[in-house]
């Protein structure tokens, strides 16, 4: 009797969901590659109106985000959404990043995307979104906690960051390693960081010498391998947390005449990276694909708006560029 009343519960708990969630409109997990999210829900649907979002983007000095601000636009004119930017000169400027945000949300736009420069610095505005019903799409680098968002779009940083210190391995055999950290408080600094930083304590033949602030800048991370240099000018590997200090990193190698001696990694892609590994350089990078990334992240929005449920995370993954 017990069971019978146990598999009676279970079947109209199974037909409950099915109501709840016809079939191309939901997701069956909470975190979930976009190859699989595109294979349950298919293609985006057919869009009930011109909807106008907000996209709050990191800085665009950066050519990253340059590629992300193409993506979107090139993704937009295709479903023929407005869009509405804002981006900020540096990417310590959390005052301004959250300036521009309020100003999206006096706007009424139907959804926002947005890539934070750290954990909590747009909180006030994004609990001003949520209770006036706007969605929210984490787009990258620091994650949203402390208030609702419809998905988190991100990259396996950790991973990525973890085979990079395998490649270094592979690649120079023994040697001293450094790390070229990212912005303090970013989420995508401390796990990319600590994804080399963790393997390479696991690799006997690495020894990591340092690991430093870059803050994302170029100079800062040419700066910080000429003085790591001073002290071992025996340095065999440099790891960044983004191409733009990689290119950094390479110009101080050379500029020591030391550019068959260092092996340099970055993670992005960008395109300046790219025709340096093609020229030649002692260079690799995890290629992001940030125009795919940010139509991607566009797409997201449009699903949501259009009434499909999306799972909590949704991740993408690197390529490896090298010579």
Known sequence: MKMRRATCIMGLLLLLTVVACPVGQCVTSES?????????????????????????????????????????????????????????????????????????INRNVDALLVSPLTANCLIPALERAYKKGIPIINVGDAQVTEVPTVTYLRFDEYQTASSAAELMAKTIGS??????????????????????????????????????????????????????????????????????????????????????????????????????IKEGRRLATFDANPTKFASIALELALRHLEGQTLPKEVKTEYKLILQ
């Open 175 to 276: 040697g001293k390693v450094m790390c070229i950290e990212g912005l303090a408080g970013a989420t995508i600094t401390a796990l990319r960081r600590d994804g080399f930083v963790d393997k390479v304590k696991t690799i006997p033949q690495l020894e990591l010498v340092a690991s430093l602030p870059g803050n994302w800048d170029r100079t800062m991370a040419m700066n910080a391998v000429l003085d790591t240099m001073k002290v071992h000018p025996d340095l065999k590997g440099v790891f960044t947390a983004n191409d733009t200090m990689a290119l950094g990193a390479l110009a101080a190698v050379e500029s020591l005449g030391k550019s068959d001696q260092v092996f340099i990694i970055g993670i992005d892609g960008t395109d300046e990276a790219k025709a340096m």
């Open 32 to 104: 979930m590659f976009i190859d699989e999210l595109e294979k349950e829900l298919g293609p985006v649907p057919k869009l009930s109106k011109k909807y106008v979002i907000g996209v709050v983007l990191k800085s665009t000095i950066n050519e990253f985000w340059q590629d992300i601000e193409k993506g979107y636009k090139e993704t937009g004119e295709e479903y023929g959404v407005e869009l509405i930017f804002g981006s900020v000169p540096t990417e310590q400027d959390v005052v301004g990043q959250l300036d521009l945000t309020e100003t999206m």
